[in-house]
């Protein structure tokens, strides 16, 4: 109980933490793309994206200890590097590490796209659910990022920039369109996703009924709110990416797929 209410704590203070703290300019020489391209949200298939993680099912062991879902909006908010909040849930390294190294020994034939990534984590943990999402949202956030590296790994301008073209939300689903920043687009679904399962599996106990709708609100916000709050308030550069309210969806969807598999 006492970590289901920390979230209420932590979520706000990240959020405005998020807001306000400018990334290094290191960053930039990552993340820029080589391309325009176009907007990331032209090249998602919601349906299909659901479609093709609900059929790992069969491979998911049991559920795990699933964050609650304030705690997964706190670490969505913002890198835990700019901050010393408590995190609410453990991210296991090792797992994480080995993720990684999978996928980037997939990626030499192609970028992997969602699906891929699920069923690496689910195998990287042994087939239990909420340690795979956790696995994903950390991972592939601090390889496109380097900015969780108090509670996952170090990583190099070097790996990350080989990252980005590890992993796909869009070239995996045969569009004609190139992302800005591939590796972005993935960590902006994964982590929406990990908060849609944390609010989801906790939907019929009283804090969720207390948080649910509060975080369902913030997280369709998320893309307006950063626009607002990150860029035009606190003057910050960026753009906004399309995948985070189509990975929240996706994360309720998949968590409840697995809460109730007879409505399957």
Request: glycine letters at 6%.
């Given at each position: 109980?006492?970590?289901?209410?920390?979230?209420?704590?932590?979520?706000?203070?990240?959020?405005?933490?998020?807001?306000?703290?400018?990334?290094?300019?290191?960053?930039?020489?990552?993340?820029?793309?080589d391309s325009p391209g176009v907007p990331s949200e032209y090249c998602i298939s919601p349906e299909r994206i659901f479609e093709?993680?609900?059929?790992?099912?069969?491979?998911?062991?049991?559920?795990?200890?699933?964050?609650?879902?304030?705690?997964?909006?706190?670490?969505?908010?913002?890198?835990?590097?700019?901050?010393?909040?408590?995190?609410?849930?453990?991210?296991?390294?090792?797992?994480?590490?080995?993720?990684?190294?999978?996928?980037?020994?997939?990626?030499?034939?192609?970028?992997?796209?969602?699906?891929?990534?699920?069923?690496?984590?689910?195998?990287?943990?042994?087939?239990?659910?909420?340690?795979?999402?956790?696995?994903?949202?950390?991972?592939?956030?601090?390889?496109?990022?380097?900015?969780?590296?108090?509670?996952?790994?170090?990583?190099?301008?070097?790996?990350?920039?080989?990252?980005?073209?590890?992993?796909?939300?869009?070239?995996?689903?045969?569009?004609?369109?190139?992302?800005?920043?591939?590796?972005?687009?993935?960590?902006?679904?994964?982590?929406?996703?990990?908060?849609?399962?944390?609010?989801?599996?906790?939907?019929?106990?009283?804090?969720?009924?207390?948080?649910?709708?509060?975080?369902?609100?913030?997280?369709?916000?998320?893309?307006?709110?950063?626009?607002?709050?990150?860029?035009?308030?606190?003057?910050?550069?960026?753009?906004v990416h399309g995948t985070d309210v189509v990975g929240y969806e996706t994360g309720r969807a998949l968590a409840e797929s697995?809460?109730?598999?007879?409505?399957?």
């Amino acid at each position: 109980m006492l970590k289901e209410l920390e979230g209420f704590v932590t979520s706000p203070v990240a959020i405005l933490y998020g807001a306000k703290i400018k990334y290094p300019d290191r960053l930039q020489k990552v993340i820029k793309p080589d391309s325009p391209g176009v907007p990331s949200e032209y090249c998602i298939s919601p349906e299909r994206i659901f479609e093709d993680l609900v059929s790992l099912n069969p491979k998911v062991r049991e559920i795990g200890n699933m964050p609650s879902g304030t705690s997964a909006l706190a670490f969505a908010a913002c890198f835990t590097d700019f901050h010393r909040l408590p995190l609410g849930f453990d991210i296991d390294r090792e797992a994480s590490l080995a993720f990684v190294s999978s996928v980037l020994a997939q990626s030499k034939d192609g970028p992997v796209n969602v699906a891929g990534l699920y069923e690496t984590a689910l195998e990287v943990t042994d087939g239990n659910f909420a340690n795979a999402l956790i696995t994903l949202a950390a991972a592939t956030r601090q390889m496109a990022r380097a900015q969780d590296t108090r509670v996952t790994f170090p990583v190099t301008a070097r790996q990350m920039k080989a990252w980005q073209k590890a992993v796909s939300v869009s070239m995996a689903y045969n569009s004609r369109y190139t992302a800005k920043d591939p590796a972005g687009d993935v960590y902006h679904l994964l982590e929406a996703c990990l908060v849609g399962a944390g609010r989801q599996m906790e939907i019929d106990s009283v804090i969720g009924r207390v948080s649910g709708k509060p975080i369902d609100t913030l997280s369709w916000a998320i893309p307006e709110a950063t626009r607002v709050l990150r860029y035009n308030i606190c003057r910050h550069e960026g753009s906004v990416h399309g995948t985070d309210v189509v990975g929240y969806e996706t994360g309720r969807a998949l968590a409840e797929s697995l809460r109730s598999p007879e409505n399957n």
